[in-house]
């Protein structure tokens, strides 16, 4: 499958990926933020290299998306976490 064609359709293995990412943030975002908190620092950072368009061509979204999602539904995280989404392919940062 090439680059372009990935994001047509959410594959299996796309959704066990997302999955893995987004209950792997939600548990660092939680030890860091209480580290920090403890510290009187409450900023924290999450950045996704590789964000790809954000949702497949079948309305599936990816996981920048997901992530973005995660952190809005919990407001303890909406104001305090900076995002940062990049990709190499300029249709994709566009889009």
Not at 11 to 24: D, M, N
């Amino acid at each position: 499958m090439s680059r372009k064609d990935f994001f047509e359709k959410k594959s299996e293995q796309s959704e066990i990926k997302t999955e893995i990412v987004r209950e792997y943030f939600w548990i660092w975002a939680h030890i860091i933020a209480n580290h920090l908190r403890k510290q009187g620092n409450y900023k924290i950072g999450y950045v996704d290299l590789f964000a790809g368009r954000g949702k497949y061509k079948d309305g599936s979204k990816s996981t920048p998306l997901m992530i973005l999602e995660t952190i809005i539904q919990h407001s303890e995280f909406s104001q305090t976490l900076a995002t940062f989404f990049n990709d190499s392919e300029i249709e994709c940062y566009k889009s």
